[in-house]
């Protein structure tokens, strides 16, 4: 080959000759092989040194790589560890998630659009170091003074320690490589953006601690992959199966990590079935045993989780009113709990309303017009999800108020009591499903028009039935144009407070969104009658949980005013978000990523396909280069990794966070450890063992040095600062507002 | 040679004649009674707008897609000498005498009816019979909502054929590996891709389908050690990625350069697009002087195009002492921003220092970094910001016309100029290209639109403020000199007539074609229109069941009507032969995977050809809508229903050959085939003909 002289210039020819001739690759492996044996030499008479260097090459003996990962695990513990307790107020949503695990504590009933695990948690560490529900987490900001919120915090911070670990082994075992683990684990340990996250009440430390052991577990499990139905086997597999429902139980977020899983289980099997070794009943066997590890496993573990919850939950509390009535009936407290009613309805009475599509609402009536160009300009018809004076409606017979009882196929007429109109329906559009009529409130003090009578129906009832309470599906038709009173479930406009579009739909097939049940009924006239409603079966609930909390994750739009973030500001750490502090006086804490770490990551993420289309090339003109196989699979499940918890955001239409690319992140640092490790060894490929050895460490080094003293510059971010703002003189971190978006 | 030149020569051409037959029917349902309805039929409400514009030469931009489908159907309306005087206002309204209805609606048509044969020839070019052939061109035509579908003038019959044309030439080019001709084909595909993408955005899916395929045939290539690829390679890259490109561009050269009249969308575009439009803001530009000096009368505009294009605002009313909420205000003037051209719109550049109002000579262009006063010119007022709350947004600070109300709240009135383009363009404010922000010099904060529409007191302008904390890119915070003038008359009477009469008038401003194509490009792709429910939206899942059809067009008087509805008979089996083949594959895969090799290699490639063209089509032009927010109709299911109909009569051959002929029964199915199969062999070589040529 050329002589190695100075500079570039000979790198580059180096490169254009070398993947023609297999004869130098032949040579230049030759090469390798006995520079490595060098190497190994020097490693051992450098000792103790080489502990302090992630750059350097370890002997894969068990002492010092045991010895290395005490040293990532005592930085990791050390670093979120640090200042855990400060700020000593609410931070950004630890007054949602705090809140909730003190609703644990204290069981009461909530709603929230995660399921539940991470919050049981969060309110079992709170419980076990004597936090006893009493802070009322009202808005950030609010000092915790003598509460115990060390606990709460300090589990996050603990699980979160566990993401550098976890990633260090998961490198480790996919690349046989210490060097790319050890890059790995640096850029996650200082990196600012994940100590930030890790520190506080927040549900991402959690499900990110999942998704890792997840993804771990998976790992491990495909390590075994030789020594099928050990006992190692087993336990990696259902390990696998327990941390998916683990993901699953904090947040739906947790379907990637599943998804990730589950394509790696089928190309697995995909796998075994061209072994045409094996026979039909042991890939059976194997199929089974995969069904019970990664489908039923989880499954009985998530469910047992919602058992858990409601169990545990069984007062009355500010979620009531997004579940059925049925539902409400369970907690104590609840007026539908051991209720005492009078038993059919009846004219004269004060009723409210509920739909019952799941999680369809009160229909709901308030002081305000509908707005010009959106039908006639009369007062608005909604469903409210949450229990308020203005759900409640009387009713009225055609003509009189006779107290008599109402019937099937009677005529009524519905009127608002706070605000005297009656239920008012016409032939004008609907505010959004244009196929269907508006629905109005009209008329004053009761008087209207024939536009406003409606005609009672009970599902599957005849001529002269009563309507029970709590029980009867009814409909309401209306007179005049024979529609159907429907709740779409379609979030309305500002205009209309972002509650539930109500409207008449002239499709009269029966569904769930057209049928109405009384829940509440008051009429001084007729005796209370204890109800015992029928218990809701366990599945029922959780099927309605599930449909409720779905729901609410789709109604989380992003308002018109507020900072919208966008999915391509994340890899470019291009805006962080404000923990706690805005002005300069305040503690402030702001999430974003060290910009080295993020930013390598990003030059990685374009690295990669480069690399990966350079050694594929090769590969298929005959010619294989040392480390495509590594760069091609293991990188390949990672950027996989990172597409699955990246991409499916560009299609949510739900508001987004910045921390929600935080699984990505940890994908993308993995790939990050095996690019730039494949990378600096290929160094072989442009110069002669020496020189390239000398530009590996080199290599190393930098990397190294640069993730240090960016985390130097950086630290305030997460452990605090205070004082004038960055682009103010005198800041501690003036010159570092590197983009202008950044706002500490 | 020596011998061919003794002989006569012989051209032999075979002429098949069901393709004729296809064609000609295709022809005959596509194209007879075209004019009748004659009225306005659906879309062509909206596709005809565009038309007449055409025809006018005025400037518009239509964000549903790119210009190529709208050319084309101009160009119809071109020969048919259309005028472009017709009001496109509502479906159902009967064209005039001088409309030719039938030169409208003739391309799209021919179109149509062109994808019949195409489809044919398709089905030959995957290695099927001429029977499935038969069977795939007679779905087609007999597919009524491809026929109502292409019969007006409507973009999808477009699309269908410049999709089939790609993959037509495609095959060709990678059936027939030994010609040089071959690449001629290649060429054609990146062509009819361009077109497609040029008609509808939707044409990028089976664009991707096409390349994705021919990226998977490359890498085959590649894998050929005995050959060097290199030349290959580039040669195919060129054609399905550069030329698709170029000719994409292209179709946006046309449209700027056919549309070069301002119109009725300009206001969405920068002020310097317009500039570029004859008789749009080029008309008052022209002439003015080009830097900003101490003095000048300037209109300022938003950078902002949301909500809507407005100019900085000012009038003889004051922000309400307190507002309905109980907050108070400066009680100052009020400073909006407001959507048309008004006198009050004007603003003078004054110096700080000094005391005049008119441009001295030489002027003293205003440079990056100055500080100025802004002096309303109809009340005189000074643009001035205070640490009081905004009325609309309150963690902004108001901006208000200052009056001395002497209650110790001093003028703060110094603005310092901020050119955020001074890389691209100069350091120097420059009329209609400079991007400035005003930054006030008192408090940091700069002056934004906030986009909120002010009550009843601030006759429903938009909202101005100064903004302390601010996101870095934010269009909101730019503001263009559009009109402009060296102001001349000391005296404030003087100077209000100055200011009623019309600019003055001289040179043009070019702007690049690149640079207009980017901005018209990002412009559609961001512009959003109200997404509201259509009466006869559906989603896309109703469309495999044909849930819904569309009403096109009712007749005033009599039932007479059209609707979009497609062949129940031909829907159902496609969607069966689809899942059929979905089924097929995977019990040929997993057998495959196990050892058991069904199928001779050639036959599983054509079955995986098959598969990838078609359902992969199918995929590709359906899954993505799934996704989609936008209002969606039946007949964005049409180009994914062709690629189903090419694939159930190929199915229903494979069946046959490869899986029938293991059990030894006779379906009356397979009789029937057989049957017509003869008959149509027959057919099918009888008409060939010579003809004859002699050379002198």
Request: charged share 15%.
């Amino acid at each position: 080959t050329t002589s190695p002289s100075t500079g570039d210039t000979s790198t580059l020819r180096h490169r254009r000759t070398v993947p023609t001739s297999s004869e130098t690759l032949q040579t230049l492996s030759e090469d390798r092989r006995s520079q490595t044996a060098e190497l190994d030499d020097t490693q051992s008479s450098n000792g103790t040194s080489a502990h302090f260097s992630p750059g350097g090459h370890f002997s894969q003996d068990p002492q010092s790589s045991r010895v290395v990962l005490m040293l990532v695990a005592g930085l990791c513990f050390a670093t979120r560890l640090y200042k855990i307790t400060e700020p000593p107020h609410v931070c950004w949503d630890e007054t949602h998630f705090g809140k909730m695990g003190s609703y644990y504590i204290n069981r009461t009933f909530f709603f929230d659009v995660h399921p539940p695990l991470a919050k049981m948690l969060i309110g079992l560490a709170g419980y076990m170091t004597g936090y006893d529900g009493t802070f009322p987490f009202g808005k950030p900001g609010d000092k915790y003074e003598h509460h115990n919120y060390w606990g709460m915090r300090g589990l996050c911070a603990v699980l979160g320690s566990f993401l550098p670990i976890f990633a260090y082994v998961i490198v480790q075992d996919l690349s046989r490589s210490y060097t790319a683990a050890l890059i790995t684990a640096t850029l996650l340990i200082f990196d600012t953006g994940c100590i930030t996250i890790s520190q506080y009440i927040l549900l991402d430390p959690i499900l990110l601690f999942f998704i890792m052991a997840a993804v771990l577990s998976m790992v491990k499990f495909n390590l075994q992959r030789f020594r099928p139905f050990t006992s190692y086997w087993w336990l990696w597999l259902v390990l696998t199966g327990v941390n998916l429902a683990g993901a699953l139980g904090v947040k739906f977020v947790g379907l990637f990590v599943i998804l990730l899983v589950g394509l790696n289980t089928v190309w697995d099997l995909w796998r075994i079935l061209g072994d045409l070794s094996l026979s039909l009943v042991e890939i059976s066997k194997h199929f089974l045993a995969r069904v019970v590890g990664l489908i039923l496993v989880p499954l009985f573990l998530y469910v047992t989780i919602f058992a858990v919850h409601f169990v545990v939950l069984n007062k009355s509390g500010p979620g009531d009113g997004f579940f059925s009535s049925a539902f409400q009936s369970r907690l104590i407290g609840n007026n539908l709990h051991n209720a005492s009613m009078p038993e059919y309805l009846a004219y004269g009475s004060t009723i409210t309303v509920k739909n019952l599509r799941i999680a369809g609402g009160y229909l709901h009536s308030h002081w305000h017009l509908y707005p010009e160009g959106v039908g006639a300009r009369q007062q608005q018809v909604t469903a409210y999800l949450h229990k308020d004076y203005n759900n409640v409606w009387l009713v009225h017979k055609q003509d009189n108020n006779a107290s008599d009882l109402v019937r099937h196929g009677d005529i009524i007429r519905l009127e608002h009591k706070e605000t005297t109109r009656n239920l008012h329906g016409h032939l004008h559009e609907a505010p959004l499903t244009k196929k269907h009529f508006q629905v109005t409130g009209y008329g004053i003090n009761g008087t209207g028009d024939t536009n406003d009578l409606w005609q009672v129906e009970v599902c599957g009832g005849q001529k002269g039935d009563v309507v029970k309470v709590l029980r009867s599906k009814i409909r309401f038709l209306h007179r005049a144009t024979g529609c159907v009173l429907y709740s779409s479930g379609k979030t309305l406009p500002k205009w209309g407070w972002e509650q539930v579009e109500v409207t008449c739909s002239p499709y009269l097939k029966e569904t769930p969104s057209s049928q109405w049940n009384i829940e509440d009924h008051i009429n001084p006239k007729l005796p209370n009658i204890s109800l015992s409603v029928l218990k809701p079966h366990f599945l029922e609930i959780l099927l309605e949980s599930h449909i409720v909390m779905i729901r609410g994750n789709s109604g989380l739009k992003p308002k018109d005013n507020e900072m919208n973030s966008k999915p391509w500001h994340w890899p470019i750490n291009y805006q962080g978000l404000r923990f706690s502090g805005v002005n300069d006086t305040e503690y402030r804490v702001y999430l974003l990523g060290n910009p080295v770490v993020w930013w390598m990551n990003l030059a990685s993420l374009g690295l990669y396909p480069i690399m990966v289309a350079v050694a594929s090339i090769t590969l298929q003109r005959g010619f294989s280069l040392e480390h495509s196989l590594v760069l091609m699979r293991e990188g390949g499940l990672l950027l996989l990794g990172w597409l699955l918890h990246y991409a499916p955001f560009y299609t949510m239409g739900r508001v987004l966070y910045f921390h929600h690319y935080f699984p990505a992140m940890l994908f993308s640092s993995m790939l990050t450890g095996i690019t730039f490790d494949v990378l600096l060894k290929s160094t072989d490929l442009l110069l002669r063992p020496p020189y390239s050895d000398w530009l590996q460490r080199l290599g190393q080094m930098v990397l190294l040095f640069s993730v240090l003293y960016s985390f130097y510059l950086f630290h305030p971010l997460s452990y605090g600062m205070t004082g004038p703002l960055a682009h103010e003189p005198g800041s501690a971190m003036a010159g570092q507002k590197w983009m202008d978006s950044w706002e500490f | 040679v020596s011998v061919m030149l003794q002989l006569p020569l012989v051209v032999t051409t075979q002429v098949d004649l069901v393709l004729v037959l296809v064609s000609l029917l295709a022809f005959w349902t596509r194209l007879s009674r075209l004019s009748s309805p004659n009225a306005v039929v659906f879309d062509e409400v909206y596709y005809g707008q565009f038309v007449s514009l055409y025809m006018k030469r005025v400037f518009f931009i239509d964000d549903s897609g790119p210009p190529l489908g709208h050319m084309i159907m101009a160009l119809g309306a071109y020969l048919g000498e259309f005028d472009g005087n017709f009001v496109w206002n509502r479906i159902g309204a009967e064209y005039p005498s001088s409309v030719s209805v039938w030169s409208l609606r003739l391309l799209p048509a021919v179109c149509g009816a062109l994808c019949v044969p195409l489809v044919y020839l398709l089905t030959l070019e995957l290695k099927f019979c001429h029977l499935s052939a038969l069977g795939a061109s007679a779905l087609l035509l007999l597919e009524n909502s491809l026929i109502v579908q292409s019969r007006f003038m409507l973009l999808e019959s477009l699309l269908i054929f410049f999709v089939l044309v790609a993959l037509l030439s495609y095959l060709k080019f990678h059936n027939h590996p030994n010609s040089w001709f071959r690449y001629c084909w290649l060429l054609l595909s990146g062509a009819s891709c361009a077109a497609a993408v040029g008609v509808k955005y939707m044409g990028v899916f089976s664009y991707l389908l096409l390349v994705g395929v021919a990226s998977l045939h490359t890498w085959n290539l590649i894998g050929d050690r005995t050959l060097s690829v290199c030349v290959q390679c580039v040669c195919r890259a060129v054609c399905l990625l550069v030329v698709p490109v170029l000719l994409y561009v292209f179709w946006f050269y046309l449209h700027l350069t056919l549309l070069h009249r301002s119109g009725p969308h300009d206001q969405l575009m920068s002020s310097a697009f317009q500039a570029s439009l004859e008789g749009g803001l080029s008309r008052i530009t022209q002439g003015q002087p080009l830097d900003v000096s101490y003095g000048s009368q300037v209109t300022l505009r938003s950078s902002a195009s949301q909500p809507i294009p407005c100019w900085l605002h000012s009038h003889k009313a004051n922000y309400p002492i307190r507002y309905e909420n109980g907050r108070g205000s400066s009680h100052q003037q009020q400073v909006t921003c407001y959507p048309f051209k008004d006198v009050n719109n004007w603003w003078i550049i004054k110096d700080a220092g000094r005391q005049e109002l008119v441009v001295s000579s030489p002027p003293r262009p205003v440079r990056h970094g100055d500080v100025i006063q802004l002096v309303h010119g109809m009340t005189s007022r000074f643009l001035n910001s205070h640490d009081v709350a905004a009325p609309m947004s309150p963690h902004s600070q108001e901006v208000s016309g200052y009056i001395d109300f002497n209650v110790s709240m001093a003028a703060q009135n110094l603005w310092r100029v901020d050119i955020s383009n001074r890389e691209a363009e100069s350091e120097s404010w420059k009329t209609i290209m400079s991007e400035v922000r005003l930054v006030h010099v008192n408090t940091s904060a700069v002056l934004k639109l906030s986009g909120v529409s002010l009550p009843d007191w601030g006759f429903r302008q938009l909202e101005v403020v100064a903004e302390k904390l601010f996101k870095a890119h934010s269009s909101s915070l730019g503001w263009t000199v559009e009109e402009h003038r060296y102001g001349t008359s000391q005296e404030q009477k003087e100077r209000e007539a100055e200011l009623h009469s019309p600019t003055h008038i001289d040179v043009d401003r070019k702007m690049s074609f690149w640079a207009k194509f980017l901005e018209l490009q990002w412009k559609m792709l961001t512009v959003k229109q109200e997404d509201s429910e259509h009466k006869y939206s559906s989603s896309p899942l109703e469309w495999i069941t044909m849930e819904t059809n569309i009403a096109y067009w009712l007749h005033s008087s009599t039932n007479a009507q059209i609707h979009l509805i497609g062949n129940p008979v031909s829907w159902g089996v496609a969607h069966l032969s689809l899942l059929a083949y979905q089924l097929l594959a995977a019990v040929y895969l997993l057998r495959r995977r196990r050892g058991l090799k069904d199928l001779p290699d050639g036959v599983w490639a054509q079955f995986v050809c098959l598969g990838c063209v078609c359902v992969g089509g199918w995929l590709v032009n359906f899954v993505p809508f799934l996704l989609m927010e936008k209002t969606l109709f039946l007949y964005h299911y049409l180009p994914a229903l062709c690629y189903l109909h090419l694939l159930s009569p190929a199915l229903l051959e494979h069946t046959h050959t490869h899986l029938l002929r293991y059990t030894h029964t006779h379906s009356p199915l397979v009789t029937l085939v057989q049957l017509s199969a003869s008959q149509l062999q027959a057919l099918k070589w009888r008409d060939s003909w010579d003809i004859l040529y002699r050379r002198r």
